[in-house]
C-alpha cells in the first residue's frame, strides 16, 4: 500500500518557477531550494510556525532543466549549501551559509579558473574516510564533453579547504559526450559516486545511455587516473534526469526518466562491478516533459520508494524492486525530489503549477 502524505503550501507567492530540490537534515527538518520567475534561488525551512522563506544575496541562477543543488551540513552546525549554475556566466557558483552567505565562482577548469558548466550536483561528505573533509562540498558537473568533480577539501590536518588539487576530469569525452544530467551521492561506507548518461549519436541517431562513475582516491588524488566508470545501461535508450541512492547494504538504485518510451526506469545495482545491474519499468506512458522529475530514496523501514510526476499528478510507488504500489499524492508532480529520513518518514517537494508543494508521510 503507498503511504499516505499530508502536503502544504511552501511558497503560493505565484513567483516560483522551479529546479526543486528537496533536503533534510539531521533534526528531520525539510529545505527546500528553488528558483524564481527572475532566476533569484530560493530557500525555504521548514519551523513550527511554517515555513521560514528567504531569497540568497546571490546573482540569478540559470534557467535550465536543472535542479538548484543543496545540502545540510551535520549537527550541531546545520548550515546550507547551494550550488548551481549562472544565468550571467554559465560558471558554477557555491555557498554557504554561516553566519552570513558567502558564495564564490569554483575553478571548475583544473582547479585554476572558472568555466562554464552544465548539470550541476552537490553532495557534502560525509567523513566516513577522512574525518577531516567531514561537511566538505563535492560537485559533479560536464564541463565542455565531459564529466568532471570538484571538491573543496583540506589537503593535510589543519589546513583550510581549498578547491586547488582537488578538481579533476572523471569520464574524458570526445565523439561520445560525458556528464548529462549528473546525480550524485554516498554509499553507506563513504565512497562517492556519480549516475549521469552519455550523448552518443551512431548513424545520426541519438541516445543517451546510463552510466556511473566509481570515484576513489581522496583530497589531491588524480580521481581521472583512479576512478571506474561503467555502463549501467547499454541499451538504445534515450535517459535524462536520474536520481540516485543506497541501501545500508551497499546497493544502489538510480531512478530516471526514458524520453522514446515516456517512461520512468529505475536500474538496481551491486556494490561491485562483478554484479551486473538490473533495469525495469516502474511508468509508462509519462505525460509532458516537464513532469518527468523522478526522485528515489531507500529508508531503513521502507522497501524502495519512487516519486514522479505523470498526467498533471504527483504519484508515488512504493516496493521490493521486483512489484510496485503506485498511488497519486496530489495534482502537480513538476520537479519532484524525495527524501526518507531516519525515522522512516517520507518526505517530498514538487510544483503544482508556479506554487512549491510539500508533502510527508510517517513511517
Same mark, same amino acid.
Given at each position: 500500500?503507498?503511504?499516505?502524505? +499530508?502536503?502544504?503550501? #511552501? ?16 533534526? !528531520? ?43 545540510? =551540513?551535520?549537527?550541531?552546525?546545520? $548550515?546550507?549549501?547551494?550550488? /548551481? ?34 548539470? #550541476?550536483?552537490?553532495?557534502? $561528505?560525509?567523513? *566516513? ?13 560536464? *564541463?565542455?564533453? =565531459? ?18 588539487? $582537488?578538481?579533476?576530469? #572523471? ?14 551521492? /554516498? ?11 552519455? !550523448? ?23 580521481? =581521472?587516473?583512479?576512478?571506474? #566508470? ?12 536520474? *536520481? ?12 530516471? /526518466? ?26 509508462? @506512458? ?7 522529475? +523522478? ?5 531503513? &523501514? ?17 516496493? %521490493? ?10 495534482? @502537480? ?7 526518507? %529520513? ?7 517537494? &514538487?510544483? !503544482?503549477? =508556479? ?9
Amino acid at each position: 500500500m503507498a503511504p499516505e502524505f +499530508s502536503t502544504e503550501v #511552501v511558497d503560493g507567492s505565484g513567483t516560483a518557477s522551479g529546479q526543486i530540490s528537496l533536503a533534510v537534515d539531521e533534526t !528531520n527538518t525539510p529545505w527546500i531550494a528553488y528558483a524564481t520567475t527572475g532566476g533569484s534561488v530560493a530557500l525555504a525551512r521548514r519551523e513550527k510556525e511554517g515555513w521560514i522563506r528567504q531569497l540568497l544575496p546571490s546573482e540569478p541562477a540559470a534557467r535550465d532543466a536543472y535542479r538548484i543543488g543543496l545540502a545540510i =551540513s551535520s549537527y550541531p552546525g546545520l $548550515n546550507p549549501h547551494v550550488a /548551481y549554475q549562472s544565468k550571467a556566466t554559465d560558471h558554477l557558483i557555491y555557498g554557504v551559509r554561516g553566519t552570513e552567505w558567502t558564495f564564490e565562482e569554483v575553478p571548475t577548469r583544473g582547479g585554476l579558473f572558472a568555466g562554464p558548466v552544465r548539470f #550541476v550536483s552537490l553532495r557534502l $561528505n560525509p567523513g *566516513s574516510a577522512v574525518l577531516a573533509n567531514k561537511d566538505t562540498p563535492d560537485l559533479a558537473y560536464q *564541463s565542455g564533453t =565531459s564529466l568532471w568533480h570538484a571538491a573543496k577539501a583540506p589537503h593535510s590536518a589543519g589546513q583550510p579547504p581549498r578547491w586547488k588539487k $582537488n578538481v579533476h576530469e #572523471v569520464d574524458q569525452g570526445g565523439l561520445v559526450e560525458t556528464g548529462w544530467f549528473t546525480a550524485a551521492a /554516498y554509499t553507506p561506507y563513504g565512497l562517492y559516486r556519480i549516475a549521469y548518461f552519455d !550523448n552518443w549519436a551512431p548513424a545520426g541517431q541519438i541516445w543517451r545511455r546510463l552510466r556511473m562513475a566509481r570515484v576513489a582516491g581522496g583530497a589531491g588524488t588524480d580521481l =581521472s587516473e583512479q576512478s571506474q #566508470v561503467e555502463l549501467l545501461h547499454d541499451g538504445q535508450i534515450l535517459g535524462s534526469r536520474p *536520481s540516485m541512492t543506497f541501501a545500508d547494504s551497499g546497493e544502489g538504485l538510480v531512478s530516471y /526518466y526514458e524520453r522514446n518510451e515516456r517512461a520512468i526506469r529505475f536500474c538496481i545495482f551491486g556494490d561491485t562491478l562483478e554484479e551486473p545491474p538490473v533495469t525495469q519499468v516502474l511508468s509508462e @506512458g509519462v505525460e509532458g516533459e516537464e513532469e518527468a522529475y +523522478s526522485a528515489c530514496s531507500i529508508g531503513e &523501514h521502507l522497501p524502495i520508494c519512487v516519486v514522479y510526476g505523470a498526467g498533471g499528478q504527483l504519484m508515488v510507488a512504493e516496493g %521490493d524492486g521486483t512489484t510496485f504500489t503506485v498511488g497519486d499524492i496530489e495534482a @502537480g508532480g513538476a520537479w519532484s525530489d524525495l527524501v526518507i %529520513d531516519r525515522e522512516g518518514t517520507v518526505h517530498v517537494a &514538487h510544483m !503544482n503549477g =508556479s506554487e512549491v508543494r510539500y508533502g510527508a508521510a510517517a513511517p
